[in-house]
Nanobody, 124 residues
Framework: QVQLVESGGGLVQAGGSLRLSCAAS????????MGWFRQAPGKERGFVAA????????QYADSVKGRFTISRDNTKNTVYLQMNSLKPEDTAVYYC?????????????????WGQGTQVTVSS
C-alpha cells in the first residue's frame, strides 16, 4: 500500500510559478510510474504529466507542454511538478498518483494509488 501526500499548492498570479511535491511512503517508490492529474470544478480529472521509474521518460498534456516539468528523486521518494507561466485555466485541484505498471499511462484508471490533492489557484 502506497500513501501519497501532495504539497506546494496555493494562490499565484498569472505568469507566476509554483512547485508541487508529492511524498510517497509505504512502498518501493522507484518501482512506480508517477503521474500528476488535475480537476477543475465541474470538470473531469485530467492528465497533466507522468514520469517513468527512472525519470528518463516523461509525458505531458499538450496544454502544459513547455510550461510544466515533472521530475522525481527516488532517494527522497518524491515526485515534483514545476509549473511556470501559470494561467487562470490551470486553476484546479492537483493530484499525484502511482502506477505499478511498467509503461506511462495518461488514463487515470490505470493508476493504483492517489493523494488527497492540493489546490492551485491562478488569478488573472
Amino acid at each position: 500500500q502506497v500513501q501519497l501526500v501532495e504539497s506546494g499548492g496555493g494562490l499565484v498570479q498569472a505568469g507566476g510559478s509554483l512547485r508541487l511535491s508529492c511524498a510517497a511512503s509505504g512502498g518501493t517508490f522507484s518501482r512506480y510510474v508517477m503521474g500528476w492529474f488535475r480537476q477543475a470544478p465541474g470538470k473531469e480529472r485530467g492528465f497533466v504529466a507522468a514520469i517513468s521509474w527512472s525519470g528518463g521518460i516523461t509525458q505531458y498534456a499538450d496544454s502544459v507542454k513547455g510550461r510544466f516539468t515533472i521530475s522525481r528523486d527516488n532517494t527522497k521518494n518524491t515526485v515534483y511538478l514545476q509549473m511556470n507561466s501559470l494561467k487562470p485555466e490551470d486553476t484546479a485541484v492537483y493530484y499525484c498518483a502511482a502506477d505499478a505498471r511498467r509503461s506511462i499511462a495518461t488514463n487515470a484508471l490505470a493508476y493504483d494509488y492517489w493523494g488527497q490533492g492540493t489546490q492551485v489557484t491562478v488569478s488573472s
